[in-house]
Antibody, heavy 114, light 106 residues
Framework: EVQLLESGGGFIQPGGSLRLSCTAS????????MTWVRQAPGKGLEWVSA????????YYADSVKGRFIISRDISKNTLYLEMNSLRAEDTALYYC???????WGQGTTVTVSS | EIVLTQSPATLSLSPGERATLSCRAS??????FAWFQQKPGQAPRLLIY???KRATGIPARFSGSGSGTDCALTINSVDPEDIAMYYC????????FGQGTRLEIK
């Protein structure tokens, strides 16, 4: 069964850093692009970042560009989102999804507050 | 960035009626549109990709259409299990989502 499992969320003060993980099972990340999407409480979906199937290209929303870094470890079949200089407006449920967004994890919550 | 505007914000229908959800882009989309369904407390679910192709396991009552700046999701004969938020998405870089349409069943 194809599954994605996010982890690493938590409560963090503004300006802090956090790294989210997304472990895939049932398929290998080496053949797929992957995406991070977030959803602020009571709000809609916001695309955050993506990585190409080869891993050589990365893409970011303007709201996170320069602060977030997407990466992957093929040996661990895990996708990452390193989040730096966190702001209150980064508070959200963070989902990882396959590149085509046909497979989603259940999300991990990030709360940025003092 | 392409802004997607969905209408209506809320759609209230009786079981068996047809639902038409619209999505308009601020400029022409060169790639494709997609549609997602999200029920409370759940992750989004892909319904339609490449503007008009149903994702695996999606019932035939869901269909997508459109091109350029406009797309639509049609649900023939809505069912109470279709109660959800529906989001359109465009795949040009950067990817963007619409603000959503809430489907209610009377």
């Amino acid at each position: 069964e194809v599954q994605l499992l996010e982890s690493g969320g938590g409560f963090i003060q503004p300006g802090g850093s956090l790294r989210l993980s997304c472990t895939a099972s049932g398929f290998t990340l080496q053949n797929y692009g992957m995406t991070w999407v977030r959803q602020a409480p009571g709000k809609g979906l916001e695309w955050v970042s993506a990585i190409s199937p080869s891993g050589s290209r990365t893409y970011y929303a303007d709201s996170v560009k320069g602060r977030f870094i997407i990466s992957r470890d093929i040996s661990k079949n895990t996708l990452y989102l390193e989040m730096n200089s966190l702001r209150a407006e980064d508070t959200a449920l963070y989902y990882c999804a396959s590149g085509g967004m046909d497979v989603w994890g259940q999300g991990t919550t990030v709360t940025v507050s003092s | 960035e392409i802004v997607l505007t969905q209408s209506p914000a809320t759609l209230s229908l009786s079981p068996g009626e047809r639902a038409t959800l619209s999505c308009r882009a601020s400029q022409s989309v060169s790639t494709f549109f997609a549609w997602f369904q999200q029920k409370p407390g759940q992750a989004p679910r892909l319904l339609i990709y490449d503007t008009s192709k149903r994702a695996t396991g999606i019932p035939a009552r869901f269909s997508g259409s459109g091109s350029g700046t406009d797309c639509a999701l049609t649900i023939n004969s809505v069912d109470p299990e279709d109660i959800a938020m529906y989001y359109c998405q465009q795949r040009d870089n950067p990817i963007t989502f619409g603000q959503g349409t809430r489907l209610e069943i009377k």
